[in-house]
């Protein structure tokens, strides 16, 4: 049995049981949220001991040689001892600006930090509540555009915090959000390339961040935004996004429905949409958000397109995973 080393502390950790699970049964209280290998918010780093290349992957390789691993994949082959990987920033309070439908099922919620907020068009930030419970939500907001940030928030059925946002939060409440994080984002430098975009549901909402950021910087090549969802009434902010378009000779909106077909809408899975018009990816940079399972498919179909691993960026929309000892 392996021993973790934390805050001085020893603990023992039962074969098949990850870092995080080992540490948080004994209530050290070490953030986490999707216990995917996602989100990254268990980040870690190992002091001492050797840790399992299998909990660095999604890791930048810099970080990977300092001893960074995700806390919630690391199951040890040995003992360890570790630290923290940030130091824990303290999430700061925000204000609710407003709570408005955007379909049947997904809000947008606005919010005004009470600071100076960092982030970029496509980041996610955790959103706490008082009880402790927090979820991770993707910023669909501009800085250089939009005063508030913007969250769109799909009611996940018997969901606690979706289902919190929709029904109770309101204009004036206070809430408290922590720092933005993820590599999903628009990256200066290379402003010829072209930008494919593919989400499902709420998966809109770091899309329409990215490509209004993208254009907003005056990028030059094709930037493809698809969006999925299973019928018309999933498919949000179309009157927006046709108006960009019909702004930008190089942006494309492309709104897909999986049931059944409809005017004006392209039939079948997103991601196979996708491909059929953008067979051929190489020198594309990609962003996947929403449904794991479309995140994962797309994933591959993009690669085997082209598109290098290093340029596919994917959030997929994980839930957070009940978990002993933890709050998620
Ligand atoms: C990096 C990241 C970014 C995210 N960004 C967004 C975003 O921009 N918009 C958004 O709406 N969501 C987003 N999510 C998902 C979000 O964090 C929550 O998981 C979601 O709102 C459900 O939380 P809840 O408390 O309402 O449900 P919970 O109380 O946690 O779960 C209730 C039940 O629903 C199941 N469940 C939870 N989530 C899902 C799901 N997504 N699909 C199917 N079943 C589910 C659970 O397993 C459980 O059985 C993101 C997740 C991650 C990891």
Redesign the pocket.
Known sequence: MAVITFQEHSFDCAPGQSVLDCLNAAGMGIPW??GAG??QSCLMRATDGRVDPRAQAGLKPTQAAQGYFLSCQCLPGGDLTVVLGEPAAAPMPARVVDVTPLSRD?ARLRLAPDAAFDYRPGQ?LRLHRDDG?S????LASVPALDDALE?????????????WIHDELTSGDDVAISPAM?GSFYLEGRPERGLCLIGT???L??LYGIARDALNQDHMGPVWLFHGSADASGLYLREELQALQARHANFQYVPCVSAGPGPGLEFGNVHEVALSKLPELTGWSVHL?G?PAMVQAARRATFLAGASSRDIHA???????PRSGAN?
């Open positions: 949220s999707c996602a989100c997904v996610f419970t979820r991770c939500y993707s969250l769109h928030v799909r009611r996940v059925p018997e969901g606690e915090v979706s289902g993820g549901g709420s998966g909402a770091p958000c449904h959030d997929p929309f994980l839930p957070s995973a998620a």
